[in-house]
């Protein structure tokens, strides 16, 4: 399995080094922006993000078709089959990959949140009631992100790479302003969980069935 997992990685490196990037950019900001605008509303900074997150929608779906699209037109699956490796092992494998790119993404960020907010606090004690917020988020963002990397595994065995980009981008449309509305709290999740299970699901009976 971990070799599975390695040769995903390998594979789909320049995912990481973007969510690395992504991360990084967002890291920077807010450390800017909490260091210029200390006496500044936190939840303010949930704004930086939005962008990020649209990113992210359009993004790992196309992780997740290249995944399937390049190993099915490669017959790299259908060669993995004939090693002592199941269909399952090897899907399972791709998943963990989508997971670790996401958490490449989310990891540093979150740990930075939380630093800057135990070296805030203390200074506004505004900071100090949104310890809470910041599970939330990170919370929500990994459940949508795997909701649209799961997307990308779903339709990447058709024909076309442009339909799991069209649907990222439909999919930015309609969970940004509902995150907006509901916020960061268990309705998204519930609903996001739901999708995902749905998704992995149709994702397994297709890969296990469909001819490699």
């Known amino acids: 399995m971990f070799t599975l997992i390695k040769r995903e990685i390998e594979d789909h490196i320049a995912y990481f080094i973007g969510a690395a990037i992504l991360s990084g950019i967002l ?12 006496d500044s509303e936190p939840i303010a900074f949930v704004g930086l ?9 359009i993004g790992l779906p196309a992780m ?10 490669r017959r790299i699956s259908a060669f993995l ?16 990959t ?11 960020l979150t740990i930075t949140a939380v630093v ?3 070296l805030f606090a203390p200074l506004a004690p505004i900071y100090s009631g949104y310890s809470g917020l910041i599970f939330d ?9 795997f909701a649209c990397y799961c997307l990308g595994l779903q339709t990447g065995w058709t024909s076309s790479k442009i339909t799991p980009t069209l649907g990222g981008v439909a999919l930015a449309f309609v969970l940004v302003p509902l995150i907006l509305v509901k916020g960061f709290g268990l309705h998204i999740a ?13 994702t397994w009976h297709r890969f296990m069935s469909t001819s490699l």
């Open 64 to 73: 997740g078709v290249s995944q399937m699209y390049t190993d099915k037109n």
């Open 49 to 57: 993000l939005i962008p990020a997150i649209i990113v992210l929608i």
């Open 137 to 145: 988020i990170f919370i929500a963002t990994f459940l949508m992100s």
């Open 190 to 202: 519930v609903l996001l969980v739901l999708f995902i299970i749905a998704s992995l699901v149709r």
């Open 27 to 38: 890291i920077v900001l807010s450390i800017l922006a909490i260091h210029v605008h200390e």
């Open 116 to 118: 800057l907010l135990r």
């Open 98 to 108: 989508g997971i670790l790119a996401i958490l490449t993404f989310l990891v540093p």
């Open 81 to 96: 089959c004939g090693l002592p490796v199941t269909r399952g092992q090897i899907l399972a494998a791709k998943i963990i």
